[in-house]
Every structure is written in structure tokens, then in C-alpha cells.
């Protein structure tokens, strides 16, 4: 069984989806700063890749997690690709290849020497905090996902691999999968808003802005 978050009920509440943050903590605080959201009443989404590349990946994991305990269930984190290469290094295996795609700037930020043999001992909560991200979330409306979704396969047997790393098959489709599609992973210069699908991946931790999407409105804020 895939693991998702489903909300059957009709929305009657705001949702807000936040990009991929990849360690921008100062872009993050800002963010949640600007953003108008109720959060006792509203449900954000953060679509994954909360690590790597940036300064500060450690902090960003301390600072959701103390929103988790706040807000509890209004609050949901979905797993990155980022997050699953952090797992697999925790493991054992792939270990060069989450060095290269911005797992140095992770281990800094936990006080560990990239070039050294010392290990990551990552502190329990936030091996907690990456068990229990979730693949997807759904409402009556909208699909939130990391990277996307397959063209032309139903949601409900989308793979793993699919949501945590496609990009061509999906960023090019017109496929109506009976939900619009809200993801991160693909950087855009601006917001990329289609029938079918909405990217809000705006390059935080390469110069540009972290997004927030606000739906049903469709409004967007940035930091």
C-alpha cells in the first residue's frame, strides 16, 4: 500500500501548498511569515525536499518539526527525492551519489565533514520526521506530489518511483487525471499553471524564490 493522506470531505478550507526548500531556512522563515494562512483551521502541504544543497538543511528539519508539534494533523509533509537519497546514504548504499547532488551541504549542517569517513548520525526525531513523510496527499480537487505523476496511468497506481522523480513525461502532458496536479521538483522561473497541473518549484536554493501556492484561489506568495 502506498502511503498517502486523503481528505474525502468537500474543501471547505484553504490549502497551501509550499515548494521545494532545499535548505533556504532564512527564505522558509520568511515565507511563513508572509503567508496568510489560518492554522488551526487551514491544511498546508509541503511537497518535499526540505534537504540538501542549501546552508541549512538541519534547521529547516528542526523548524517543520516544531510546526508538527504545534498544528499536528493541519500539517503535511510529503517525501522528496532529496529525502529518499537521505535514507538510502543512512543505510548504506548510495552513498556517493547523495554526496553529489547536495548531501555535503547536509552533512555540514549536522557538524559532519563531508570529506571525512565519519557517519551521519541523524537525531531520532528527525529520523522519525523522514519515516513518516508521506508519498501523495488528495482532496476532492487536488493531487499534492513531489515530482509528478505517470501520463495516462490512474492515480491510484501511480508508482513511488514516479512521484519522487519524474519530470520530461509528466511536465509535458496534457492528461486529465481527474484532479489537478500540484508538485514541486522541477525548477521554473515563475509558477508553472496549467489546466492540469500547477509547479511551484521556483529555484529557492539557486538564487530564486521560495512559493506558496494558496488554493482553491490559485494566489501565490513568495520569499
Not at 544543497?53 to 500539517?75: A, F, H, M, T
Not at 517525501?79 to 548510495?94: F, R, S, V
Not at 496527499?137 to 519522487?164: C, I, K, S
Request: aromatic share 12%; net charge negative.
Amino acid at each position: 500500500m502506498l502511503d498517502c493522506g486523503v481528505l474525502t470531505v468537500a474543501e471547505e478550507r484553504r490549502l497551501v501548498a509550499i515548494g521545494d526548500i532545499h535548505g533556504c531556512l532564512d527564505k522558509l522563515e520568511e515565507l511563513l511569515q508572509r503567508i496568510p494562512v489560518n492554522w488551526e483551521q487551514d491544511t498546508v502541504i509541503f511537497l518535499g525536499d526540505y534537504i540538501d544543497r542549501g546552508p541549512d538543511s538541519k534547521g529547516v528539519l528542526d523548524l517543520l518539526i516544531s510546526l508538527k508539534e504545534i498544528y499536528g494533523e493541519n500539517i503535511v509533509f510529503l517525501k522528496g527525492n532529496h529525502e529518499a537519497m537521505l535514507q538510502d546514504y543512512l543505510k548504506g548504499y548510495d552513498m556517493s551519489f547523495f554526496l553529489v547532488n547536495g548531501g555535503r551541504s547536509t552533512l555540514l549542517s549536522y557538524g559532519v565533514d563531508p570529506e571525512s569517513y565519519e557517519r551521519l548520525d541523524l537525531p531520532l526525531e528527525h529520523q522519525r520526521f523522514l519515516e513518516q513523510l508521506l508519498l501523495f496527499y488528495e482532496t476532492e480537487d487536488y493531487f499534492f506530489v513531489h515530482a509528478g505523476v505517470r501520463p495516462g496511468v490512474p492515480l491510484e497506481n501511480q508508482l513511488p518511483e514516479d512521484m519522487l522523480w519524474i519530470r520530461g513525461p509528466f511536465i509535458e502532458s496534457k492528461y486529465d487525471w481527474g484532479k489537478r496536479i500540484i508538485f514541486g521538483h522541477t525548477v521554473f522561473s515563475l509558477p508553472r499553471v496549467e489546466e492540469n497541473k500547477i509547479g511551484i518549484d521556483t529555484g529557492a536554493v539557486y538564487g530564486g524564490r521560495l512559493t506558496a501556492l494558496i488554493l482553491p484561489e490559485v494566489d501565490f506568495v513568495f520569499a
